[in-house]
């Protein structure tokens, strides 16, 4: 992933912030912006969803229950990583659980058929 371009004003002096997305992804105590939160956890949904596309494509997982297993995993797991950052507002965390949610569906899809 690329590295985040934001910049910081501390004490009138702009300090750049260089830390790479994926240690930011990992780190609890971490400076946001929204679209930047929002696009890591798309490509965090899309890693999960081709993930468990093949998973369910090699264990004969079928029709509805895997279906329902894969929308379960992918809101619940998005709903934990947003716990696990802090984020408490309730109309942005709504925003950030709509992110990439049908993209991932289509990738899943794909996947588990193939």
Do not use: C
């Not at 910049?7 to 002096?13: R, S």
């Not at 930011?24 to 912006?33: D, G, H, T, V």
Request: hydrophobic share 45%; charged share 20%.
């Amino acid at each position: 992933m690329s590295k985040t371009n934001t910049n910081t004003v501390v004490n009138n002096v702009v300090v750049k912030d260089d830390t790479p997305k994926w240690k930011k992804a990992l780190s609890r105590n971490a400076k946001w912006e929204k679209p930047e939160l929002a696009e890591t956890l798309h490509w965090i949904r899309q890693i999960i969803s081709v993930i468990l596309g093949i998973a369910w494509g090699i264990v004969p997982v079928t029709g509805g229950v895997g279906n329902i297993t894969f929308f379960a995993l992918n809101v619940s797991g998005a709903f934990l990583y947003m716990t696990f950052l802090g984020i408490n507002d309730d109309e942005w965390r709504w925003e950030l659980l709509q992110e990439g949610f049908m993209t991932a569906y289509g990738l899943f899809v794909v996947t588990w058929t193939l």
